[in-house]
Nanobody, 121 residues
Framework: QVQLVESGGGLVQTGGSLRLSCAASGSIFSINAMGWYRQAPGNERELVARIITGGNPNYADSVKGRFTISRDNTKNTVYLQMSSLKPEDTAVYYC???????????????WGQGTQVTVSS
């Protein structure tokens, strides 16, 4: 019912920048939140940054001052601008959204397929 399409991952050197995009489509009535999580090999998936509709963005401490999340509500798209990248930022980055679906009651959560970000030292 809801699809998330991510783009923008890749390989970058330490100190470089990347911009991730995630577009939500489908039977969306409204969006409660959009954000990004990441998972490195052997680690649990962790929140990177999130925007709740009507609220301020929140970030993991490890990315504050380096990453910026933004949303284009007209396109149901969320972006993650990543700067000053470090090798420890290497992970699969997943888009996440909480939406209300047309014809359904309550909120539902959806995940993107993930995009690989690799930072070389």
């Amino acid at each position: 019912q809801v699809q998330l399409v991510e783009s923008g991952g890749g390989l970058v050197q330490t100190g470089g920048s990347l911009r991730l995009s995630c577009a939500a489509s489908g039977s969306i009535f409204s969006i409660n939140a959009m954000g990004w999580y990441r998972q490195a090999p052997g680690n649990e998936r962790e929140l990177v940054a999130r925007i709740i509709t009507g609220g301020n963005p929140n970030y993991a401490d490890s990315v504050k001052g380096r990453f910026t999340i933004s949303r284009d509500n007209t396109k149901n798209t969320v972006y993650l601008q990543m700067s000053s990248l470090k090798p420890e930022d290497t992970a699969v980055y997943y888009c996440h959204t909480i939406v209300s679906v047309v014809g359904s009651v309550g909120w539902s959560a959806y995940w993107g397929q993930g995009t690989q970000v690799t930072v070389s030292s």
